[in-house]
């Protein structure tokens, strides 16, 4: 993914999102990866593997967003607009709708 800055610059989105570990309590982390936007790799926990890797997806979303919000433009790898939006639908909505 690349993201075009409000001034014209391209800068290329690396995303990582490492495989659950399982911790000793039965959660489990993942470690996810946005360069440049984050200097360091972060650790995401949920209470099992799906939670954490939702977590972990959920968080690349959110920074993307700001990203946007910003003024950047996401583009997928064929230079297309990245498909954010659909990416983002419904989140909010779940959230409300748990009980």
């Known amino acids: 993914m690349t993201a075009r ?9 690396h995303v990582e999102i490492a ?3 399982t911790l000793g309590d039965g959660s489990a ?3 996810v990866s946005v360069a440049p ?11 099992d ?3 954490a890797v939702w977590l972990a ?10 990203l946007r919000a910003a003024g950047a433009q996401l ?8 498909p954010l939006d659909a990416y983002l639908a ?3 909505d779940a959230a409300k709708k748990s009980p």
């Open 5 to 13: 800055m409000a001034d014209a610059r391209e800068i290329a989105i």
């Open 19 to 21: 495989a659950p570990r």
């Open 29 to 31: 982390s993942c470690r």
């Open 37 to 47: 936007l984050e200097q360091q790799p972060l650790e995401v926990r949920g209470v």
């Open 49 to 51: 593997s799906f939670h």
């Open 57 to 66: 997806c959920h968080l690349v979303l959110k920074l993307l967003a700001q």
């Open 75 to 82: 583009l997928s790898p064929d230079g297309s607009a990245f």
């Open 90 to 92: 419904g989140l909010d």
